[in-house]
């Protein structure tokens, strides 16, 4: 069975940091390794949005709002996926999950900022901004 257990989220003031975590197990002997493994975030009301992907190869990418203050990366060694967040922001508060895509099989380049190319989810991490 394949899981995604993340850290608690945090409360922090603004311009402050957080990272969370997100520890993947049971994947290996059923999917191998994901081409990709992202951090979204949900807003209350709003649909689940991509914040930073990293692929198999370590390349990373991230949604414009975040470039420069978040960091995402991977400890494959623990199955460790990370998202370091820095110079935070009220409107960055949201419900956070971690995700990856073990398993897909496709004949094209993903957008792994995408929600539809994950199919595997963390449980969310609540993460507050305050002013």
């Known amino acids: 069975q394949v899981k995604m257990v993340q850290s608690e989220g945090g409360s922090v003031q603004a311009g402050g940091s957080l990272r969370l975590s997100c520890v993947s197990s049971?994947?290996?002997?059923?999917?191998?390794?994901?081409?990709?493994m992202s951090w979204f975030r949900e807003f209350p009301g709003k649909q689940r949005e991509g914040v930073a992907t990293?692929?198999?190869?370590?390349?990373?990418d991230y949604t414009d709002s975040v470039k420069g203050r978040f960091t995402i990366s991977r400890d494959s060694a623990n199955d460790t996926l990370y998202l370091q967040m820095n110079s935070l922001r009220p409107e960055d508060t949201a419900m956070y999950y971690c995700?990856?895509?073990?398993?897909?099989?496709?004949?094209?380049?993903?957008?792994?900022?995408?929600?539809?190319?994950?199919?595997?989810w963390g449980q969310g991490a609540q993460v507050t901004v305050s002013s």
């Open positions: 995700a990856a895509d073990f398993g897909r099989r496709r004949a094209y380049v993903p957008n792994c900022l995408r929600r539809s190319e994950m199919n595997y």
């Open positions: 049971g994947y290996k002997i059923i999917h191998g390794d994901p081409y990709c």
């Open positions: 990293i692929l198999i190869g370590g390349d990373t």
